[in-house]
Nanobody, 125 residues
């Protein structure tokens, strides 16, 4: 049984920063590519960022490039999302994901093996 538990969400002013963490328990963390998705109120869940098993490759949705950084610490079984220069449009529930693979469908969520329960990020003006 694999469990993903997010933390670090909260309320922040526009232009501020937050760091989300996702602690993974269960099977071998280092074998899974990991990622983050988000879902704004009334909208579909969307891809934010992904990282391969070693941390050598990262992928981002265009609107967060240059502002968000995904990283992982395999010794701590944890993946992070550093979010800087936050904008009102970043307000959403953020979900951690463990992928089967980073194949052709990872951005639409089809390759996700496990989901976290989500953590809320609210950006105020």
């Amino acid at each position: 049984q694999v469990q993903l538990v997010e933390s670090g969400g909260g309320l922040v002013q526009a232009g501020g920063s937050l760091r989300l963490s996702c602690a993974v328990t269960g099977r071998t963390f280092s074998t899974y590519p990991m990622g983050w998705f988000r879902q704004a109120p009334g909208k579909e869940r969307k891809f934010v960022a992904a990282i391969n098993w070693s941390g050598s490759m990262t992928y981002y949705e265009d609107s967060v490039k240059g502002r968000f950084t995904i990283s992982r610490d395999n010794a701590k079984n944890t993946v992070y999302l550093q979010m800087n220069s936050l904008e009102l449009e970043d307000t959403a529930a953020y979900y951690c994901a463990a992928f089967f693979t980073l194949g052709g469908s990872y951005r639409d969520g089809a390759d996700v093996a496990y989901w976290g329960q989500g953590t809320q990020v609210a950006v105020s003006s």
